[in-house]
């Protein structure tokens, strides 16, 4: 099982990076792309139709602005789509929040929030996805929960001392 990253340019990956990084802390193997959703149409429309052929179990795509990336993904596959929105500098991201967010009946897309923290969720998200009927990740992130829970603590116990 594994994951596609689609970027719509490569400025993105300052974003992404955060998700192939939570990815490889969960053993999760992946591929990143650079398929833009408006120069790129035909591209996108062949990656679409044969992601679940490539044995994608989710695809991630992140995407600024108009943001269309991860809702043209998700009308071309049946393999479920999240979507990140990107940081932009016109409307801080909310424009790609929107875009994502607000997709008709029928052709979903997660969405996690913008930015870095949504990267890292994405890649969580994926990795619940994929842990339903996969016991090895699902191991995985009962680990990461656990560290996280710990980390938590002893910021507790810091605030303390």
């Known amino acids: 099982m ?8 490569i400025s993105d990956w300052s974003v992404v990076k955060d998700t192939a990084d939570m990815l490889e802390t969960l053993n999760i193997e992946f591929d990143k792309k650079i398929i833009s959703a408006h120069r790129m149409p035909n ?14 179990s989710v695809i991630i795509a992140a995407a600024g602005g108009a943001a269309h990336l991860p809702g043209m993904l998700a009308a071309n596959t049946s393999v479920p789509v999240i979507g990140i929105p990107v940081l932009t500098q ?3 991201g909310i424009d790609s929040l929107l875009s994502i967010v607000q997709m008709p009946a029928g052709v979903p897309v997660a969405t996690v929030a ?10 969580i998200l994926a990795a619940e996805m994929i842990a339903i009927s996969d016991p090895k990740t699902y ?3 009962t680990e990461f929960r656990a560290q996280q829970t ?3 603590i002893a ?3 810091q605030l303390h001392e």
Do not use: I, P, T, W
Not at 2 to 9: C, P, R, T
Not at 43 to 56: C, T
Not at 114 to 123: I, L, S
């Open 43 to 56: 591209e996108l429309q062949e990656f679409g139709q044969n992601a679940k052929n490539e044995h994608y």
């Open 114 to 123: 913008v930015g870095k923290a949504g990267a890292k969720n994405a890649a």
């Open 90 to 92: 016109a409307l801080s």
């Open 2 to 9: 594994k994951v596609a990253l689609v970027m719509g340019s």
């Open 139 to 141: 191991e995985r992130l």
């Open 155 to 157: 910021s507790n116990e």
């Open 150 to 152: 710990k980390e938590a």
